[in-house]
């Protein structure tokens, strides 16, 4: 039998697996059942996401906010397509707004080979969903009693985590991934991997009691620690 595409974590939010557990996108419902989706997964992507809304009882109809965590291909694939499912803009962070509106990937590293080769090939992209609402970082977004935007630039410039307060669930996004234990993002994929290595600094500051990917199953014995000890073992690259 194939796994199930929702994964419950806390109360009233579940990790949609869109590509096994390799590419993840989540979902949190209010009480009042309004659902709210960070992350689309690849082009492909939307029937899981919508397998999973069947699986805890809800549809397209029920979905009133779409974010992004940030403006790559494997996040924004789907994104336009569920903005037609759903009748909703997608919602980013400001410094990634431009790409997203232009279905367009930021900048690789051009400090890393394989990312000054990737920059002379065609830029590839997705296509570019209806853009919504910019947020900024220490926002408080109105979903679920309340999502805070944790900006963790490097991987892209307007990349996010995102801190679900009344649960202490933390969404890393792709600062850190969870893939075979806890790693880096390809250095090749960000627009500033040292940067990437400094902000994800920020995630080690933070109060939580679950850790969620967009890469890989999530931690819940002891997340926090877990993450700091990755930090310590792996210091800001130069």
Known sequence: MASRPAVPLVPGVWRMR?????VNGFVLRDDDG????????LKSSPRRID??????????????RLLLTHAHPDHAGGAAEMARRTGRRVDVHSDDAAAVAAGRVPPRDSAVRLGRLMARLPAGGFEAPPLGASFTDGQVLPVAGGLR???????????????????????????????????????AFCTNFALTTRTARRLGELDYSVAAFTHGPEIRDRPREAIRRFLADHPPAG
């Open 18 to 22: 869109l590509v096994g557990d390799f």
């Open 34 to 41: 309004q659902v709210t989706l960070v992350d689309f997964g």
């Open 51 to 64: 397998a999973a809304l069947a699986q805890i009882g809800a549809g397209a109809s029920d979905v009133t």
């Open 149 to 187: 935007v944790v900006h963790t630039p490097g991987h892209s410039p307007g990349h996010v985590s995102l801190l679900h307060e009344p649960s202490r669930l933390l969404i890393t996004g792709d600062a850190i991934f969870n893939v075979r234990g806890l790693r880096w993002p390809i250095r």
